[in-house]
């Protein structure tokens, strides 16, 4: 079956500094959706990607699809305290509006 | 616009008990999955509907684990018996199919400990 990959499982930055979480998948996406979940919460939607070599951005976040539509990646600008949390990537292989999540990254900021 | 509202909160039994969760999607979305999250790693799907027929339910373990969306709004999930490794937490999440968006709102969870 599908598989989504992430890297790395754990990410510690100092405020300020930058952060990349990368998503891999065994199969080719016809989308990707990427998910933020706090500690002790639930995961909230982010951003949804649909076309190759998608890049969309959302304040200091930025989202990349790749060309072949197997990876993705989300880099943070800047981290804030409230960046704190752990990433999902989440990959549709095009049956059924279904999400295969990979493992996350947990990022933590220390101020 | 009211979340996914999901009950109960928190779930303590003990192994080879039975358990069930609700959900209520938010209103109008026709597709309803659960999820079990282990700690430390994503959701992973168990069953999703579409309105009140399963589209797809090939992780589920139907030896124990059981679901239904009667009349296409609440769900229940069920586990029956529960192993120790059931222990996680339950995520309920609705989307709103529409054309190629089809975010998903999850709700707060059920979060079960099996001793």
């Known amino acids: 079956g599908q598989q989504v990959m992430q890297i790395p499982q754990y990410q510690h930055v100092q405020e300020g500094e930058d952060f990349t979480t990368y998503c891999n998948s065994s199969?080719?996406?016809?989308?990707i959706q990427w998910y933020k979940q706090r500690p002790g919460g639930h995961p909230v939607f982010l951003i949804q990607?649909?076309?190759?070599?998608e890049v969309k951005k959302q304040k200091r976040l930025t989202f990349q699809f790749g060309e072949a539509k197997k990876n993705s990646s989300l880099h943070i600008t800047a981290t804030q305290t409230t960046d704190v949390g752990t990433y999902f990537c989440?990959?549709?292989?095009?049956?059924?509006?279904?999400?295969?999540f990979g493992k996350g990254t947990l990022l933590t900021v220390n101020p | 616009e009211a979340g996914v509202a999901q009950s109960p909160r928190y779930k303590i039994i003990e192994k080879r008990q039975s358990v069930a969760f609700w959900c209520n999607p938010i209103s109008g979305h026709a597709t309803l999955y659960w999820y079990q999250q282990i700690l430390g790693q994503g959701p992973k799907l168990l069953i999703q509907?579409?309105?009140?027929?399963?589209?797809?339910d090939s992780q589920l373990p139907k030896d124990r684990f059981s679901a239904e969306r009667l009349k296409g709004v609440d769900s229940t999930l069920k586990i029956q018996p529960a192993k120790l490794e059931d222990s996680a937490v339950y995520l309920c999440a609705s989307s709103l199919v529409a054309d190629r968006r089809y975010e998903q709102y999850f709700g707060p969870g059920t979060r079960l400990t099996v001793t």
């Open positions: 509907f579409q309105n009140n027929g399963v589209v797809d």
């Open positions: 199969t080719t996406l016809s989308n």
């Open positions: 990607l649909v076309k190759s070599g």
């Open positions: 989440a990959g549709d292989g095009g049956s059924n509006y279904k999400l295969t």
